[in-house]
């Protein structure tokens, strides 16, 4: 059953981390610089609406029932997404696959904490972790080499095959629940949840492309995010059956946990989303080549998931782990804003390797000692808002950082050539900056054109270093979280640790 859910994960996994490495290519073959973020943000809006769903559809249905349509609509997704001819619509296929990956990680994260007991689930966790960190490391290799070689359409087709055979497996192998608890599915709630994700994530996703906070439209979408928000917490209050229980806001591990995973998502985005368009778009690397840094960023997490996933178990580590690992991530982020990562391309493999390994920590930190300090009859809630946490925070993340870049870059007005030079969408394609390079020979000079050029990648140089600043804060308010959340740990497990070290 592990070896199932590992590879499910993995197939699914893997395609993030290749649209990673080939969003740049995407951006300057579909056009729509300024919709760039909506690449992940739309990915991990949908998803982020779906995650805290997927734990009350498990115990519904059954993890089986849940997992199989989730990796079909994954499969048909992820074909449309090859197939589409414009960003808009590329975003949208996006959307669609962000509801059949939550479906599927939700499943997973739910059967691998209800497989283990409490003290066995950290070191499971890091062999969980395998599937991301093998999709880590192969999916950047992946899209890197089709996408220099082929086409980045091919980066989804080519998984097309493997989201068959985990569906053939889910369903030849996988066993179906006998037991369910509860015959009832809170369709008011659900509805009234997807509307107030949906607005309020929407209405942060366009302050990034309208570049101002007083647009109509965001102000309506915000309003109905808080209507919306008020009628799902007077409906869920006293719902036995409701998709979330909020009693468990008042236990401060669930309140400080969803903080603390929030926070931790925020800042590692920043290198998932953006680190490729640093070294493509300002430094002119093939995604071959920028490849290299994401699989040092996955092998460090590998490090981190073997090592932090052995420690967690032990409540004593507990605290000192979240904050060093919010500690590494927070000081790795102003190191990449104060050098813009214009260094020797092996240090930015250690910078990207010890990223890794910090975020793991964090990650640790907020997923055993959460699950384990909670209501057990409560694990697969728990397990899912944890989870909506994350991508949440991928989707604010990438929102927020969206902002920060576009507003910290100038807009240049000239005619063309020189236009399309300073036009973020063409400056992290190759192909295009020769094309454009010819239209100035003809008609002026090679000196203007290396000008123009450098003065293009800088803009774009200038604004991603207020982006990796701006990380750094989320990780740092995580260490003040951290402190409040473990400084006293479960007495009664922190007593059963003592009696079990003693035996």
Do not use: H
Not at 306 to 329: C, D, E, M, S, Y
Not at 434 to 458: A, G, M, N, V, W
């Amino acid at each position: 059953m592990m070896a199932t859910l590992l590879f499910c994960l993995f197939v699914t996994s893997i395609n993030q981390s290749v649209v990673s490495i080939a969003g740049p290519s995407i951006v300057a073959n579909l056009g729509g610089f300024e919709y760039y973020a909506w690449i992940f943000t739309a990915f991990s809006l949908t998803s982020a609406i779906v995650v805290p769903i997927i734990g009350k559809l498990n115990d519904l249905f059954g993890p089986k029932k849940v997992m199989v349509p989730s990796l079909v609509l994954f499969a048909f997704s992820t074909l449309i997404c090859g197939l589409s001819n414009n960003m808009i619509f590329f975003i949208f296929s996006r959307a669609i696959q962000g509801i059949g990956f939550a479906g599927v990680l939700g499943i997973v994260w739910i059967m691998v904490a209800s497989l283990w007991e409490p003290r066995q689930r950290g070191k499971w966790l890091g062999i969980t972790s395998a599937g991301f960190t093998t999709a880590g490391v192969l999916g950047p290799i992946i899209g890197g080499v089709i996408n220099d070689l082929i086409s980045w359409r091919w980066i989804f087709f080519v998984n097309i095959p493997f989201c068959v055979i985990a569906i053939i497996t889910i369903i030849k192998l996988f066993p179906s629940s006998e037991s369910l608890k509860s015959n009832k599915f809170d369709f008011k709630g659900a509805i009234i949840f997807a509307i107030f994700g949906s607005t309020f994530l929407l209405a942060i996703s366009l302050i990034g492309q309208n570049n101002t906070y007083f647009s109509m439209n965001i102000i309506i979408l915000f309003l109905v995010a808080i209507v919306s928000l008020i009628i799902f917490i007077y409906i869920e209050k006293n719902n036995e059956e409701g998709i979330v229980d909020l009693n468990l806001f008042k236990l401060k591990y669930f309140t400080g946990g969803m903080i603390g995973s929030l926070f931790i998502v925020i800042s590692w985005t920043v290198w998932t989303v953006f680190l490729p368009l640093s070294l493509i778009g300002v430094y002119g690397f093939s995604s071959s080549k920028a490849s290299i840094a994401l699989i040092s960023l996955s092998i460090g997490s590998a490090i981190g998931a073997n090592i932090f996933g052995n420690l967690i178990g032990r409540i004593k580590l507990q605290l000192p782990i979240a904050i060093l690992g919010f500690t590494i991530v927070g000081i790795s982020m102003i190191i990449s804003g104060y050098t813009n990562l214009d260094i020797n391309f092996n240090l930015l493999l250690v910078l990207a390797l010890i990223v890794g390994f910090g975020s793991t920590g964090a990650f640790s930190a907020y997923t055993v000692p959460i699950q384990n300090n909670l209501p057990e009859e409560k694990l697969g809630i728990i397990t899912t808002s944890l989870q909506f946490a994350r991508v949440f925070g991928i989707s604010l993340g990438s929102s927020l950082l969206g902002v920060i870049l576009l507003t910290n870059m100038t807009t240049y007005n000239y005619d063309p050539p020189r236009q399309d030079l300073y036009n973020p969408d063409n400056i992290t394609s190759k192909e295009k900056i020769l094309d454009i390079k010819k239209e100035y020979l003809e008609q002026s000079s090679l000196k203007l054109f290396e000008e123009d050029l450098e003065i293009s990648r800088s803009n774009l140089k200038k604004g991603l270093r207020i982006v990796y600043f701006a990380a750094s804060v989320p990780a740092f308010l995580g260490i003040i979280v951290s402190m409040i959340i473990f400084y006293k740990p479960n007495r009664r497990l922190y007593v059963e640790e003592g009696l079990e070290q003693n035996e």
